[in-house]
């Protein structure tokens, strides 16, 4: 179960599950709209449950709303995902004060991941379901928006090569990408070079010119871009 928050005070409320729904919340689905589940330690309130939370909710709490023995109760693995992407948290040190936080909020289990890497994000996330308990998962990476620094190369889809499979439209729900008969297309000036449609494409046909750059690499570029 995905629940929790993911919008910010500049676009209003999001659910998590809304960030991938091509149209947005407005356009969220019920059976993917679901509420914080509720149970206890006991007796959790689902298998599975990632709670998103912005950085600055979790810097603020004392323990009451996102504390370890609350998150127990929402899932026999609960992993409270912390989007560590505003101005505030982009430098090394405010990320690790970060992960202080939720030592003190009582997770033992801290992990830190750059959200753009997808194959190492999913890797991590499925051994911390495999290992089951409460979780706290940072994922670090900088706001789209902040990246006013450097305008980071737009990635291009190889219209020819496209099949139309809109795969990449509908996991991403990127603003830049749509569909134009017969093929994807990604605006260049709303790209922000995130690569998230490129991983996806099963037919490779999305290029991005950090094709041979590392995870690494392509999250100090987004810092970089970001100003920090």
Known sequence: MICGEAGCPAVGHVHP???ACPGGQAELM???NKPVPQGTPEEPGSVVC?????DA???ADDGTRFGAEQLAGEGAC???CVMASS???LSEGAVTDLGRHLQRLGYSSIALADPLDTAGTGDMLRELVEAGGVHALVFASPCAQLQRTAILAPAEVERVSCVGCMRCVQITACPALSFRPPAAFIDPDACAGCDLCSDYCRTRVIL?????MTPAQRHAERLAAAGA
Do not use: G, Q
């Open 208 to 212: 991005t010119p950090r094709a041979d």
């Open 57 to 59: 909710d979790v810097a």
């Open 78 to 80: 609960a992993i409270l």
């Open 17 to 19: 599950a809304a960030t």
């Open 50 to 54: 990632a709670h998103f939370v912005l």
């Open 87 to 89: 101005k505030v948290f």
């Open 30 to 32: 019920s059976m993917y």
